[in-house]
Nanobody
Framework: QVQLVESGGGLAQPGGSLRLSCAASGFTFSRFAMSWAHQAPGKERELVAAITSGGSTYYADSVKGRFIISRDNAKNTVYLQMNSLKFEDTAVYYC?????????WGQGTQVTVSS
């Protein structure tokens, strides 16, 4: 049974930082590309960043240069380091495989950027 458990969200000021973690279980984590997506109120869920099994990364234009995705295969965990946060980064953040699996979405973690 696949489980993806996100953590690390919270309240941050504009320009601040947060580090999200996603603990994975139920599959051979190291073999799969992983991703982070976000969903703001009233908007569709969209890809933020992805990382292949080999460590190659992809970022949405909106976060390029500010966010860093990484993974620790020994811990079955994928991370999202979020720097220089903006108001528009406010959303629920989810991790998933890449490409997304509709049956793998977890509860997500809320990130709120506010002054």
């Amino acid at each position: 049974q696949v489980q993806l458990v996100e953590s690390g969200g919270g309240l941050a000021q504009p320009g601040g930082s947060l580090r999200l973690s996603c603990a994975a279980s139920g599959f051979t984590f190291s073999r799969f590309a992983m991703s982070w997506a976000h969903q703001a109120p009233g908007k569709e869920r969209e890809l933020v960043a992805a990382i292949t099994s080999g460590g190659s990364t992809y970022y949405a234009d909106s976060v390029k240069g500010r966010f860093i995705i990484s993974r620790d295969n020994a811990k079955n965990t994928v991370y999202l380091q979020m720097n220089s946060l903006k108001f528009e980064d406010t959303a629920v953040y989810y991790c998933n495989k890449w490409p997304f699996r509709s049956d793998y979405w977890g509860q997500g973690t809320q990130v709120t950027v506010s002054s």
